[in-house]
């Protein structure tokens, strides 16, 4: 059974280490602000200016001034700053995150990202995502494994136009968690219930599966 957004959003959690910046991207990345571990502190960064960015308020705490990049509101967590993007940038520039949780349209086994722009649709821009992709080694990738029609969205070359370019070596999609390693996805987990036969129908892209691959625990 494939992972629903708040699965995914849990797994990307335990990723999280004591005293991490972390900088959560628009879509399912802003679910992981709901699941910090307790025993642990985190500062969550977003671009548009607040450093100690809490969980989605209930809708009695719902303060319209307090948004994130995606324009969805938040709360601070104690000992929160508020500041300019400009400020916002040069931290994310300056290598200060400790990791950076994006969404995607296709990743490739270089490494490559394209997230921001699919040809003939309205955009709006690149936004934050091309200095976030530059300014942090260690990003984690959420994403649909496959398109609505069934088609690879882990692929052996991007076609859509780049984010980045081979920056990108944890993925994390509705079927499994994977690695890249020279040039090829490494099968690392499966969510419950979904069989290796089935990654590999839907994973166009060089796929290295181990022997045993554990399924995703919650």
Known sequence: MALSREQIAIRVARELQDGFYVNLGIGIPTLVANYVPDDIEVM??????????????????????????????????????????????AMIRGGHVDLTVLGAFEVDVMGNIASWMIPKKLIKGMGGAMDLVAGADNIIVTMTHASKHGDSKLLNKCSLPLTGAGCIKKVLTDLAYLEIDNGAFILKERAPGVSVEEIIAKTEGKLIVPDFVPEIQF
Not at 45 to 72: C, H, W, Y
């Open 44 to 89: 969550l960064q977003s671009e548009n200016g607040l450093l100690g960015m809490g969980p989605f308020p209930t809708e009695d705490a719902v303060d319209a001034d307090m948004i994130n990049a995606g324009k969805q509101t938040v709360t601070a967590a104690t000992g929160a700053s508020i500041f300019s993007s400009a400020e916002s940038f």
